[in-house]
């Protein structure tokens, strides 16, 4: 029998707080296939997070689990390698020490010392981060230690690849570039993604099912769109693409229409609500992108 690569099933979570306890997911079903591109989009605040870190195993699920070929998820390893939302480099260490760290624990015994220098240069390559691979965190800016990060991920050539915002604090260019690595790295590679994103074009761009989230408490999977576009993906052809175009609508109205998130407001504030929440910014094919706010 085909067996599900990675599951997760009635997945719920309660956190506790001060002022009781706080259900932010609830019965969480997803079920997805070796080498699947995975993008989780949703209002701040709906749970992404907290669903990518019961998968790393940093959090534990109150209700249901999830599955890893077969087995229970309870602890991190490192075929599930996670990129943060927020950098998460060891300041003293360089970017090159700190992506050094990740492939000796995974490489040990299995690449010489001359492979590993070598293996650990090429991701920093991909990322495009040799010319500052001697400075430390506190040198290079918030962007390029993001950049790191994913190198340090990638190194790993994990299974699992959990990225939580990767791009978010990059400007366009090195966004894109980034994007388009990461659509040649997977297929290369064959792992399996699951991404986090705020970005709409990003989600369509880079997924072959775009799961998009319920607002909390107890938020839960809404819909799941599956991204039929060829690869590889070219975005500036799909820019035009009606089909693209669609993808794109039916997120955008999911997130505004659907789940439009209301929030409770100050007066000044509800004087001013007839304004839109998504935020718009150009970007590198001139389009508009969207972010959910
Ligand atoms: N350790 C915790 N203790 C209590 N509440 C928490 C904890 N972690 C997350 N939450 C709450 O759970 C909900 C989901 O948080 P999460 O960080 O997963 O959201 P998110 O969708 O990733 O948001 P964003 O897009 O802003 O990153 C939020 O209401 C958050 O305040
Ligand atoms: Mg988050």
């Not at 707080?17 to 989009?41: C, D, H, M």
């Not at 605040?45 to 195993?57: D, R």
């Not at 995974?106 to 400075?135: C, D, R, Y």
């Not at 880079?206 to 999977?221: E, F, H, K, Y």
């Amino acid at each position: 029998m085909n067996r599900t690569h990675l599951e997760l099933t009635g997945v719920g979570i309660e956190f506790p707080t001060p002022k009781g306890s706080f259900r932010a997911l609830q019965n969480v079903n997803l079920k997805i296939e070796q080498g699947e591109f995975v993008s989780l989009i949703g209002h701040s605040g709906c749970g992404k997070s907290t669903v990518l870190n019961i998968v790393a195993g940093l959090h534990q699920a109150t209700e249901g689990g999830v599955l890893l070929n077969g087995r229970e998820v309870n602890e991190p390893g490192p075929e599930r390698a996670v990129v943060f939302q927020n950098h998460s480099l060891l300041p003293w260490l360089t970017s090159y020490q700190n992506v050094e760290l990740a492939v000796k624990q995974v490489f040990k015994g299995q690449k010489s010392k001359a492979e590993m220098k070598e293996w650990i240069e090429h991701n920093l390559e991909l990322v495009h981060m040799t010319h500052a691979m001697h400075k430390r965190p506190d040198e290079i800016s918030g962007g390029m230690k993001q950049r790191v990060g994913i190198a340090r991920a990638l190194a790993m050539e994990p299974t699992v690849l959990l990225m939580d915002e990767p791009f978010g604090a990059l400007d366009a260019l090195t966004r894109a570039h980034l994007q388009d690595s990461l659509m040649e790295i997977q297929k290369d590679l064959n792992n399996t993604v699951i991404m986090i994103t705020h970005d709409v074009d990003e989600a369509v761009l880079l997924s072959d099912r775009i799961v998009m989230m319920t607002n909390g408490p107890a938020a839960t999977v809404g819909e799941i769109l599956h991204v039929d576009l060829e690869r590889p993906r070219d975005r500036l052809a799909l820019a035009d693409d009606p089909q693209y175009n669609h993808y794109r609508s039916q997120v955008l109205s999911f997130l505004y229409e659907k789940q439009r998130k209301v929030e409770p407001m100050s007066p000044k504030k509800k004087a001013d609500s007839s304004k839109t929440v998504a935020k718009s910014s150009p970007n590198e094919t001139g389009k508009k992108s969207v972010e959910v706010a």
